[in-house]
């Protein structure tokens, strides 16, 4: 710096700070200075930087990708000369540092050539030839010094790294999203593989960088912005897909074992991989399942406003309804399958979110002019939530995973899949009449559709709870006949203090014989229940000697 003269020359600048960077790598073969290796190959990064930023021009391409060449080498083989050829094992300094030798080298090579035009071949060659070069290395300190597996694997992982760039770049896909994903993964390996915690502990960090590169560049730039756009096949989708199999990859290498973590790191580390991956997934899916309803609506036309843009939007949230409450539940039968009690959590946590966006959004379509009865969207989607909360019921009731803690959520689950099912048949008869009061002007017609929707209410909420008396007592669930009684007490309140006040003569009749004859039956069924069980009690007294 204090030979500057504030006048470009590349050439005597860059010959000059390439002898200082020789005369570091011979001094690496007597000492282990590693302290000079990383200050040296600091100086060099700010001093290429600094000239880049101030004198580089297109037409110094070429010259000046020979000496980032030059660099690049010098401080590739410093492991080389500190532990392959005096036989001496290597540090987790020594890959870290290789590291960012390759990625300093390849992302400065690559702006260069972006810059210059060169936007897919020559940048693809050229990280194909690094991930030979690397090759190249682990021959070397396989051949050499074949204990030393850090260093071993760590050129592999860096060789595959470098040749998955390159295949990336030859696709047009986000290779920067690619290459974290891949060097985490490749680092997890390492780590796992030669017993070193470092390599696995900057995994998680590189994992990282990874998923917020892909949420912050990849998902925002890749949006449907017109044109064409087909979901899971575009540039956005396939980074996601390696981002996820890289860290599928690093949760199925976790929970296969390796040297030197404990089951604590372990298993945290497999959870928190897997949570990253299917949180991925389920965020590109409803990504692209959005911006597929948003290119239909481009097609057609659809003004924001517009009947046919409300029937679109219908389907959109419904579709996304299905697939979150279809994806939870199925990471929750794996969860319990596998006994991956993350998965489990993380399935019930997505079906709590559907069921809240059910109930906000789906619901608002309830009373839709094009539903109809039973065969619509809004009704499917709590159908579906339904569903999915007695299958993961009956799969804790019958997984015997999880302790008695975590098996107390099935009565949780039973009571939100009956109330769900009352809310969706409730909806389903208000929607009806609902819907006929659009288009009328009537008034006396509007309040026989008002008087006839609180009457198929109070029908609905009394067939319900009798049909969860018989329920109960089929199945001996004590759970199911409280709610049955719950529920025909809210009946009975309803057509007592709503319906009586507000329905015609008529209504009201038909309103409290229905009731009537269904706590007649109720009242039945328990006398009966109650007789029996009093004969069970006196055989038995007899039965006693």
Same mark, same amino acid.
């Given at each position: 710096?204090?030979?500057?003269?504030?006048?470009?020359?590349?050439?005597?600048?860059?010959? =000059?700070?390439?002898?200082?960077?020789?005369?570091?790598?011979?001094?690496?073969? &007597?000492?282990?200075?590693?302290?000079?290796? @990383?200050?040296? &190959?600091?100086?060099?990064?700010?001093? /290429?930087?600094?000239?880049?930023?101030?004198? =580089?021009?297109? !037409?110094?391409?070429?010259? /000046?990708?020979?000496?980032?060449?030059?660099?690049?080498?010098?401080?590739?083989?410093?492991a080389v000369f500190h532990n392959v050829v005096p036989r001496r094992r290597s540090r987790w300094f020594d890959v870290a540092l290789a590291s960012a030798n390759?990625? @300093?080298?390849?992302?400065?090579?690559?702006?260069?050539?972006?810059?210059?035009?060169?936007?897919?071949?020559?940048?693809?060659?050229?990280?194909?030839?690094?991930?030979?070069?690397?090759?190249?290395?682990?021959?070397?300190?396989?051949?050499?010094?074949?204990?030393? $597996?850090?260093?071993?694997?760590? =050129?592999?992982?860096?060789?595959?790294? &470098?040749?998955?760039?390159?295949?990336?770049?030859?696709?047009?896909?986000?290779?920067? /999203?690619?290459?974290?994903?891949?060097?985490?993964?490749?680092?997890?390996?390492?780590?796992?593989?030669?017993?070193?915690?470092?390599?696995?502990?900057?995994?998680?960090?590189?994992?990282?960088?990874?998923?917020?590169?892909?949420?912050?560049?990849?998902?925002?730039?890749?949006?449907?912005?017109?044109?064409?756009?087909?979901?899971?096949?575009?540039?956005?989708?396939?980074?996601?897909?390696?981002?996820?199999?890289?860290?599928?990859?690093?949760?199925?290498?976790?929970?296969?074992?390796?040297?030197?973590?404990?089951?604590?790191?372990?298993?945290?580390?497999?959870?928190?991989?897997?949570?990253?991956?299917?949180?991925?997934?389920?965020?590109?899916?409803?990504?692209?399942?959005?911006?597929?309803?948003?290119?239909?609506?481009?097609?057609?036309?659809?003004?924001?406003?517009?009947?046919? #843009?409300?029937?679109?939007?219908?389907? $959109?949230?419904?579709?996304?309804?299905?697939?979150?409450?279809?994806?939870?539940?199925?990471?929750?039968?794996?969860?319990?399958?596998?006994?991956?009690?993350?998965? $489990?959590?993380?399935?019930?946590?997505?079906?709590?979110?559907?069921?809240?966006?059910?109930?906000?959004?789906? @619901?608002?379509?309830?009373?839709?002019?094009?539903?109809?009865?039973?065969?619509? +969207?809004?009704?499917?989607?709590?159908?579906?939530? %339904?569903?999915?909360?007695?299958?993961?019921? $009956?799969?804790?009731?019958?997984?015997?995973?999880?302790? !008695? !803690?975590?098996?107390?959520? %099935?009565?949780?689950?039973?009571?939100?899949?009956?109330?769900?099912?009352?809310?969706?048949?409730?909806?389903?008869?208000?929607?009806? @009449?609902?819907?006929?009061? %659009?288009?009328?002007?009537?008034?006396?017609?509007?309040?026989?559709?008002?008087?006839?929707? +609180?009457?198929?209410? #109070?029908?609905?909420?009394?067939?319900?709870?009798?049909?969860?008396?018989?329920a109960g007592r089929v199945r001996r669930v004590r759970l199911l006949r409280v709610m049955s009684l719950a529920l025909l007490s809210l009946t009975t309140l309803?057509?007592?203090?709503?319906?009586?006040?507000?329905?015609?003569?008529?209504?009201?009749?038909?309103?409290?014989? %229905?009731?009537?004859?269904?706590?007649?039956?109720?009242?039945?069924?328990? +006398?009966?229940?109650? +007789?029996?069980?009093?004969?069970?009690?006196? &055989?038995?007294?007899?039965?006693?000697?």
């Open positions: 710096m204090l030979l500057s003269t504030g006048v470009d020359n590349e050439i005597a600048l860059f010959t =000059y700070v390439s002898l200082l960077d020789a005369g570091v790598l011979a001094v690496a073969y &007597f000492k282990r200075w590693r302290s000079l290796d @990383f200050l040296s &190959f600091a100086a060099t990064v700010l001093t /290429t930087l600094g000239w880049a930023a101030t004198f =580089y021009r297109r !037409e110094k391409l070429w010259t /000046t990708l020979v000496f980032l060449t030059v660099f690049f080498v010098l401080y590739s083989l410093l390759a990625a @300093f080298y390849f992302s400065l090579s690559y702006l260069l050539l972006a810059d210059a035009g060169y936007e897919r071949v020559t940048p693809a060659s050229l990280s194909l030839l690094v991930s030979a070069y690397f090759a190249g290395l682990f021959y070397a300190a396989w051949s050499r010094c074949r204990e030393d $597996r850090l260093l071993a694997y760590g =050129y592999v992982g860096l060789g595959v790294t &470098f040749f998955t760039v390159a295949a990336a770049i030859q696709l047009d896909l986000q290779w920067v /999203t690619v290459a974290w994903a891949v060097e985490g993964l490749m680092l997890t390996w390492v780590g796992l593989s030669s017993g070193e915690s470092a390599p696995r502990h900057a995994a998680l960090a590189v994992y990282g960088v990874a998923v917020l590169h892909w949420l912050a560049w990849d998902a925002p730039d890749f949006a449907f912005a017109g044109g064409d756009f087909v979901p899971l096949l575009n540039q956005r989708a396939l980074s996601c897909a390696v981002l996820v199999g890289a860290l599928a990859g690093g949760a199925w290498l976790y929970r296969r074992g390796g040297e030197g973590p404990g089951e604590r790191e372990r298993s945290a580390a497999a959870a928190l991989c897997s949570l990253a991956a299917n949180a991925l997934a389920i965020v590109l899916l409803t990504l692209d399942l959005s911006d597929y309803f948003e290119r239909r609506k481009a097609l057609a036309g659809v003004q924001a406003a517009g009947f046919a #843009s409300d029937r679109l939007e219908n389907a $959109r949230q419904f579709s996304l309804s299905a697939l979150w409450t279809i994806y939870g539940v199925t990471l929750l039968a794996y969860g319990v399958r596998r006994g991956f009690r993350a998965l $489990r959590h993380a399935g019930l946590a997505l079906l709590l979110v559907a069921t809240i966006k059910v109930l906000v959004l789906d @619901f608002t379509f309830y009373a839709a002019p094009w539903h109809v009865p039973v065969l619509n +969207q809004t009704f499917m989607a709590f159908a579906l939530l %339904v569903a999915a909360y007695a299958l993961a019921a $009956r799969l804790y009731a019958r997984g015997g995973v999880g302790g !008695e !803690e975590e098996r107390a959520v %099935v009565p949780a689950l039973v009571v939100v899949a009956n109330v769900l099912a009352v809310v969706a048949l409730s909806a389903e008869a208000a929607g009806y @009449f609902d819907a006929g009061r %659009v288009s009328l002007t009537d008034t006396g017609r509007l309040r026989d559709l008002g008087l006839a929707k +609180q009457l198929s209410l #109070s029908v609905v909420w009394a067939l319900y709870g009798a049909g969860l008396l018989v309803k057509v007592f203090f709503w319906d009586l006040s507000s329905l015609d003569r008529a209504y009201r009749i038909v309103s409290f014989v %229905v009731l009537g004859a269904i706590l007649l039956a109720v009242s039945y069924l328990y +006398q009966r229940s109650q +007789q029996r069980a009093a004969a069970e009690e006196s &055989f038995g007294a007899e039965a006693r000697p």
